[in-house]
């Protein structure tokens, strides 16, 4: 069974940045997608970024493209969510996720990841 535990989650103030950290425990072999999702007081679960483990392949939601920034530790199991210029909408639960497999057009796909971290608070005042 996969651990995930989310860090690095806090208050900002708009236009701020912030970076979450994912660290995985407990694999025997590596998964092949990791995600990070979202989810406000009473909305669904939101896609936030991807990233193929193999190739690093990145793939965002359209709300935060060209703002946030995922990325992987290249020694260990260890997947970051760089957010930059923070808005008051950005303000959630953050999740870590991870999944062993699955096609290309799933990858931001809450349903189709297997394990979950607790999740991390942020808040961006305004």
């Known amino acids: 069974q996969v651990q995930l535990v989310e860090s690095g989650g806090g208050l900002v103030q708009t236009g701020g940045s912030l970076r979450l950290s994912c660290a995985a425990s407990g694999a025997y072999f590596g998964p092949y997608d990791f995600g990070w999702f979202r989810q406000a007081p009473g909305q669904e679960r939101e896609a936030v970024a991807a990233?193929?483990?193999?190739?690093?392949?990145?793939y965002y939601g359209d709300s935060v493209k060209g703002r946030f920034v995922i990325s992987r530790d290249g020694a260990e199991n260890t997947v970051y969510l760089q957010m930059n210029n923070l808005k008051p909408e950005d303000t959630a639960v953050y999740y870590c996720?991870?999944?062993?497999?699955?096609?290309?057009?799933?990858?931001?796909?809450?349903?189709?990841?297997?394990?979950w971290g607790q999740g991390a608070q942020v808040t961006v005042s305004s």
């Open positions: 996720a991870a999944r062993s497999g699955g096609i290309l057009s799933t990858i931001l796909q809450h349903t189709m990841y297997n394990y």
């Open positions: 990233i193929r483990w193999r190739s690093r392949y990145t």
